[in-house]
């Protein structure tokens, strides 16, 4: 079955720090541009950060730059998001996309990330 599954949200405090997973099964997904969303009660859908399909080129909003960062393992079809130096506004319900022109796109189904005290 092809899907992407998302994992290692939870739980933490202001100052900590989470590491996401993005597995992708069914597929092989090295040809694919990998992003992470994030999405808050109440809000829309953002984009938090990019990887290109060798791993090379990498993209992060403006709210997390240097504090995340992106990295893939294509030989584990993984994409990994280190978040550190969390922050309440990074509370929000976490994706991960496959996408590439030409191929299908593929959405996970998420994992919450709370951070509070």
């Known amino acids: 079955q092809v899907r992407l599954v998302e994992s290692g949200g939870g739980l933490a405090q202001p100052g900590e720090s989470l590491r996401l997973s993005c597995t992708a099964f069914?597929?092989?997904?090295?040809?694919?541009?990998i992003s992470w969303y994030r999405q808050a009660p109440g809000e829309g859908r953002e984009l938090v950060a990019s990887?290109?399909?060798?791993?090379?080129?990498?993209d992060y909003r403006e709210a997390v730059e240097g504090r995340f960062t992106i990295s893939r393992d294509n030989a584990k079809n993984t994409v990994y998001l280190q978040m550190n130096s969390l922050k309440p506004d990074d509370t929000a319900l976490y994706y991960c996309?496959?996408?590439?022109?030409?191929?299908?796109?593929?959405w996970g189904q998420g994992t919450q990330v709370t951070v509070a005290s």
């Open positions: 990887i290109s399909p060798t791993g090379t080129n990498t």
């Open positions: 069914g597929f092989d997904f090295s040809p694919y541009i």
């Open positions: 996309k496959a996408a590439q022109r030409g191929r299908p796109v593929y």
